[in-house]
């Protein structure tokens, strides 16, 4: 029986999926666990911080559907880690696709504050264009190379025959405004532009229902719930990785070697890797020997991988509604629907045109001067951005903010901004679907090796994260059912091995 098992498995990284897989091994029986840690925490793309005294998320923010149908988002129920409200029938049967009904408030580049009932159309209109790419789920019936290809023809076609008794400039607007939102739907997927997006690739994901849910106490509390479940001695942290030395031959027996930083060699019966895609990508030549599959390699190569990154910013007093929930920066010059610039030195602040407004619960350290937007960012303006120095930074931000608010007080108190590109073990934030990616991609990600051809040595290295999910990809809900799935593999397999015998 699997709860028996003498297996020997190490699984490399301690992210959501490495730390999903290891917990349903221990508590499945598998005594000789053991997981590689390249950084001095666990976590991986989920971490919290501060500014000043309010919580943020530099790595994963959201439970993306919050409902029965997520595992991340029951788990945290069962923790206690959730608001109440979270759990309410109505919010877990609403279907919004990651597009929460946000309470909005719009500015434009001229200094103007915009009316809300103004410039919702563009929103209306945006929603009902994301929506329709679903109709394309039948690749025969693909009439447009790319979603971005797709946003910006039909929403000015829309746009002419709608919109067309409005004035000249409220037209214009609108149009600017959409603008704004495919910015920040590029943040949803971690992409320069959505011309980057396969449709079809894109109707691959497929949404939970439930509105999503944020953690009041931070998203690492799911983290440190799950490790306080394990073994203490579990995770080895700052053991990078050299070289899985791994067997696609009949020759020898059955064992993997885990090559370390250090030199030191761990034999093991079965590894499970859970680095990043874009680790992957920069490093899968000298971290497998022998190489990868060549199928296996074509679909790291397709599947996008990309940068999103979040700038928090505080300020003394807000400069935005009450009940305002996400704020649009409208560039009036835009009605092109522009999604990302041409010059990144002096135009990538142009990128940041969304920011949702950080709703802090009232605790005893709560003040009421703390006021945090999170402002989104992606591509390479978010790569751009990470090489700024913090008074570049700054001071790029004020420009922004004074040309929007006209207000030359509204000044940042503090900042603080995330660097997912250039985090030598992230290198990037999540994959997305780029042009040319199909649904064999993902099975390709997840197969283990060696591949079937050697059926006397199978599952000798297995691999999870949100890169192999086959239609959750890109979520943390995705990366922990990745987990679950590898730990499952090897419970099956010892199942099957112990009835067999």
Not at 95 to 108: A, G, H, K, L, T
Not at 113 to 138: H, K
Not at 205 to 232: N, Q, R, S
Request: charged residues 20%; proline residues 5%.
């Amino acid at each position: 029986m699997a709860g028996n098992s003498d297996a020997e498995i190490v699984i490399i990284g301690s992210g959501i999926s490495g730390l999903s897989a290891a917990h349903k091994l221990v508590h499945s029986g598998f005594d000789k666990v053991r997981i590689l840690e390249a950084t001095s925490r666990s976590g991986g793309r989920i971490q919290t911080a501060n500014i000043g005294n309010v919580i943020t998320e530099i790595g994963a923010s959201y439970i993306h559907g919050a409902s029965e149908q997520n595992p991340v988002f029951c788990l945290s129920l069962d923790y206690g880690l959730l608001d109440p409200e979270a759990s309410l029938p109505e919010n877990m049967a609403m279907e919004v696709d990651e597009r929460p009904p946000f309470i909005p408030n719009y500015f434009s580049s001229s200094g103007q504050r915009l009316s809300a009932e103004i410039m919702n159309p563009a929103r209306d209109l945006f929603n009902e264009l994301m929506d329709d790419i679903n109709e394309f789920q039948d690749p025969k019936e693909k009439p447009w190379p790319n979603i971005g290809h797709f946003l910006q023809s039909e929403a000015r076609k829309r746009a002419a025959e709608r919109w067309k008794h409005k004035d000249k400039t409220t037209q214009k607007l609108l149009l600017c405004a959409i603008s704004a939102m495919v910015k920040g739907e590029c943040t949803s997927n971690a992409t320069t532009t959505m011309e980057n997006i396969d449709i079809e690739g894109y109707c691959i994901y497929k949404p939970l229902p439930g509105l999503d849910c944020t953690f009041p106490g931070g998203f690492e509390g799911l983290v440190k719930k799950l490790m306080m479940e394990l073994p203490a001695d579990l995770v080895s942290y700052n053991r990078p990785v050299r070289c899985i030395h791994w067997n696609n031959t009949e020759d020898r027996v059955n064992t993997v070697t885990v090559e370390c930083d250090d030199a030191e060699k761990i034999t093991a019966d079965h590894v499970i890797v859970t680095v990043s895609l874009g680790y992957l990508k920069k490093h899968h030549s000298t971290l497998f020997s022998p190489p990868l599959p060549a199928h296996k390699l074509l679909s790291i190569h397709k599947l996008g991988y990309g940068t999103c990154n979040k700038i928090y910013v505080e300020f003394d007093f807000p400069w935005w509604d009450d009940d305002c929930e996400i704020i649009y920066l409208v560039w009036n010059d835009e009605e092109d629907i522009v999604d990302h610039v041409s010059d990144l030195k002096t135009s990538w602040i142009r990128k940041l045109s969304t920011f949702t407004v950080l709703k802090h619960p009232k605790t005893e350290t709560y003040q009421k001067n703390s006021h945090v937007l999170c402002g989104w960012i992606s591509g390479h303006e978010a790569e751009h951005m990470e090489t700024l120095t913090e008074q570049q930074l700054r001071q790029a931000l004020i420009g922004l903010f004074h040309t929007f608010t006209g207000d030359p007080s509204v000044t940042p108190k503090r900042i603080l901004r995330t660097q997912w590109f250039n985090d030598p073990w992230a290198c990037g934030s999540f994959c997305y679907p780029a042009i040319g990616f199909i649904a064999d991609d993902l099975k390709n990600m997840a197969e283990p090796l060696p591949t079937t051809e050697v059926q006397s040595q199978p599952l000798q290295v297995l691999f999870a994260g949100e890169a192999t999910h086959s239609e959750a990809f890109s979520t943390v809900h995705g990366a922990l059912l990745s987990g679950w799935r590898e730990a499952d593999r090897l419970i099956n397999h010892y199942s099957s091995f112990s009835s067999s015998s």
